[in-house]
């Protein structure tokens, strides 16, 4: 789908959109939607009381409300989103027909779960030989949410901002300012002060040079094995070893580690091929996978980050809380 761009009155550089095709930010069992596409579908209510819940439009126009207004003058791309688990729907048109015989104005259909990502270009930066611009992502899963109960319950959504790598679409964010995975709000208003919170808070200079460190530290083949299998024992610990030992939380599934040790002997931007990598590419070869769910994809990109960082430091000697892994 061709990304847009939504100009400012204040913006003073005009700069091009990147219409350079690019793989998708997320895969797994998602599907690209357009905005106005995703405006059309059903909103589903309260049960109790039959008020709207927030849809997932109105909550992405929030979010591109405080960005604009957080960054006045910049250029913002329109989101891109993708949504998952299609819930359907008969009304009284398609009542007792065959899903064969079924036409499209006999149902109706919304997504339970959505992501969007809104890239701001102007807001560029070089990590390590990779152009990276600006990101804001939000989430939304409405598993999330007693739709049996009333309004007064409230509704969850999940919030980041970080870097986009161009090179690899790959999400660079951490959990230390940049993320917000419990946003609870009853209404726009309040999910739009959470997210110009996260907005202010976020430290992206701080970040910048974190990432940038990573590219000073080199890790050997032994190393990079010793990690894949410990990474892959500490899911069987149980948790009181896992307590006794003072791990870090590592919530990173098997199957992103397998796309990491392949990613390392065929990737053409960060693999190793046999060869020591540095932990930025250690850290680009663990957000390469594209497979998570929607519901859990923030959580593992930023634990990624918390990994490389920790690995790095760990290699470094500055800090042991990661050396499990590599020892």
Same mark, same amino acid.
């Given at each position: &789908? ?41 909103? %589903? ?29 910049? #250029? ?27 036409? %499209? ?135 009181? &070893? ?33 060869? #020591? ?51």
């Amino acid at each position: &789908m061709e990304q847009e761009t939504i100009t400012y009155p204040a913006l003073i550089e005009s700069i091009e959109p990147d219409t350079t095709e690019r793989s998708p930010f997320i895969l797994a069992n998602t599907k690209e939607i357009g905005l106005n596409e995703l405006s059309e579908m059903l909103t %589903p209510v309260f049960s109790r009381d039959n008020v709207e819940t927030i849809s997932h439009t109105e909550a992405i126009t929030t979010v591109l409300d405080a960005i604009s207004t957080y960054f006045d003058g910049q #250029e913002i791309n329109s989101p891109l989103i993708r949504v998952s688990h299609e819930m359907k729907l008969r009304n009284r048109f398609g009542a007792g027909k065959l899903v064969e015989n079924l036409r %499209p104005e006999d149902q109706e259909t919304y997504f339970q779960r959505m992501m969007a990502m809104i890239e701001i270009p102007s807001i560029s930066h070089n990590i390590n030989g990779c152009e990276c611009h600006l990101q804001i992502c939000i989430v939304r899963n409405y598993a999330d949410c007693n739709l049996f109960g009333n309004s007064s319950q409230r509704q969850v959504f999940k919030c980041c901002i970080g870097f986009l790598n161009t090179v690899c679409t790959n999400g660079l964010i951490r959990t230390q300012d940049g993320c917000n995975f419990s946003i609870k709000v009853t209404n726009t208003a309040d999910l739009y002060r959470y997210c110009f919170e996260l907005f202010r808070q976020y430290d992206y200079q701080q970040h910048l040079d974190e990432m940038r460190r990573l590219n000073d530290t080199v890790i050997d083949v032994s190393t990079l094995a010793q990690f894949l299998g410990r990474a892959r024992m500490s899911t069987a610990l149980p948790t009181s &070893m896992k307590n006794e030992l003072g791990l870090p939380e590592f919530i990173l599934p098997e199957a992103q580690l397998n796309s990491m040790i392949r990613d390392y002997y065929t990737d053409e931007n960060f693999g190793g091929f046999g060869r #020591e990598i540095t932990a930025w590419q250690f850290y680009m070869l663990l957000t390469n996978y594209k497979n998570n769910y929607i519901d859990v994809t923030l959580e593992r990109s930023s634990n990624a980050y918390e990994c490389a960082k920790g690995i790095a430091s760990a290699i470094r000697k500055d800090d042991e809380a990661w050396n499990w892994f590599i020892n």
